[in-house]
Nanobody
Framework: VQLQASGGGLVQTGGSLRLSCAAS????????MAWYRQATGKQREWVAT???????NYADSVKGRFTISRDNAKNTVYLQMNGLKPEDTAVYYC???????????WGQGTQVTVSS
């Protein structure tokens, strides 16, 4: 399974970015996917999840500002990030749980930097 994340960059406070994560390889159907992030010197933290049924959940720190969505035909998950803050600066990783054996896979990460 390969996960290709993209869409990171440098943005000013209050700006927006949309991250994408395209899944390929030994997957079938719709799989639960999530976004995590890791700031320099900190542990990786969960940001948002979208289930096989399209149910979404968010960390309190991003609720109301970030939106996770998916395009099932493209096996791609997105993270629309609005109202970005400097504390959102991190490497963002996507994660997929394969639906028939629950094995988890990580993407390579994409850097998001929010300047104040």
């Amino acid at each position: 399974v390969q996960l290709q994340a993209s869409g990171g960059g440098l943005v000013q406070t209050g700006g927006s970015l949309r991250l994408s994560c395209a899944a390929s390889g030994s997957i079938f159907g719709i799989n639960r996917m999530a976004w995590y992030r890791q700031a320099t010197g900190k542990q990786r933290e969960w940001v948002a999840t979208i289930t096989n049924d399209g149910v979404t959940n968010y960390a309190d720190s991003v609720k109301g500002r970030f939106t996770i969505s998916r395009d099932n035909a493209k096996n791609t998950v997105y993270l629309q990030m609005n109202g970005l803050k400097p504390e959102d600066t991190a490497v963002y990783y996507c994660k997929l749980w394969r639906n028939w054996d629950a094995l988890a896979y990580w993407g390579q990460g994409t850097q998001v930097t929010v300047s104040s």
